[in-house]
T-cell receptor, first 117, second 110 residues
C-alpha cells in the first residue's frame, strides 16, 4: 500500500519558537494532503486541507497565520507551528490521498508528537 | 453541523468475547463511512462502506452500514489482547474530507 512519512516523529521546543513538520508521500503523488490534530484521548480534528500549488483551506477556528501550510510539490506538504505555546502541544497527523484500486483512499502518516515547554 | 458519534466511548471485555461498536452520523453530502484502528500512532484502515446492507469482513472483524438509519457497526468476534486499541469511525464528505467520531477505546483483558 501507499506510504506516507512524517518528520520529525517527536519534537520538544520552547514556547515562542516555530516548529516545522514535514509530510511526504513516498511512492505516489498526492495532489491533496490533510493535516489533523489529536489531543490526548480525543479524536482527530481536521485542521486544514492542503492542495499542491494553491493556498490551504483551513477549518473553522484554526488560525492560518499560526499554522502555516505549504504544499510545494506533489509529494511534500509542510506544517509550521509559529510562535508555539504549551496549548499547541498535541499529536499532529497528516494524510495524503491516493488512488487505491477503485477509490481515493486517505493514507495516514505516523504522526508527530509536539511538546511545547 | 456535521457530526459523527460513536458509542460506547470505552469498553472493557475479556479475551474471547464478541464486541459491537456503534457509529451514527449526520453529515451533508455523505459519500462513505470508514473504520480505523488506532494504537499508539496514526490510524490504520479497516473498512470502507458505501452501500447499505453489504457486510464487509476481514478475519474476525466485520462491518455493515445502514444509510437509512445513518449508522454503522463494527463487530469483532473472539477478541484477542491485540485487538485493544481505539477504533475510529469517520465519514467522507464531498471531496475526500473526513469527519471523525470521538472513538471507542477497547480494552481486551486476558
Amino acid at each position: 500500500g501507499a506510504v506516507v512519512s512524517q518528520h520529525p516523529s517527536r519534537v520538544i521546543c520552547k514556547s515562542g519558537t516555530s516548529v516545522k513538520i514535514e509530510c511526504r508521500s513516498l511512492d505516489f503523488q498526492a495532489t491533496t494532503m490533510f493535516w489533523y490534530r489529536q489531543f490526548p484521548k480525543q479524536s482527530l480534528m481536521l485542521m486544514a486541507t492542503s492542495n499542491e500549488g494553491s493556498k490551504a483551506t483551513y477549518e473553522q477556528g484554526v488560525e492560518k497565520d499560526k499554522f502555516l501550510i505549504n504544499h510545494a510539490s506533489l509529494t511534500l506538504s509542510t506544517l509550521t507551528v509559529t510562535s508555539a505555546h504549551p496549548e499547541d502541544s498535541s499529536f499532529y497527523i497528516c494524510s495524503a490521498t491516493g488512488f487505491s484500486g477503485s477509490y481515493n483512499e486517505q493514507f495516514f502518516g505516523p504522526g508527530t508528537r509536539l511538546t511545547v515547554l | 453541523e456535521d457530526k459523527v458519534v460513536q458509542s460506547p466511548l470505552s469498553l472493557v471485555v475479556h479475551e474471547g468475547d464478541t464486541v459491537t461498536l456503534n457509529c451514527s452520523y449526520e453529515v451533508t453530502n455523505f459519500r462513505s463511512l470508514l473504520w480505523y484502528k488506532q494504537e499508539k500512532k496514526a490510524p490504520t484502515f479497516l473498512f470502507m462502506l458505501t452501500s447499505s446492507g453489504i457486510e464487509k469482513k476481514s478475519g474476525r472483524l466485520s462491518s455493515i452500514l445502514d444509510k437509512k438509519e445513518l449508522f454503522s457497526i463494527l463487530n469483532i468476534t473472539a477478541t484477542q489482547t491485540g485487538d485493544s486499541a481505539v477504533y475510529l469511525c469517520a465519514v467522507t464528505q464531498g471531496a475526500q474530507k473526513l469527519v471523525f467520531g470521538q472513538g471507542t477505546r477497547l480494552t481486551i483483558n486476558p
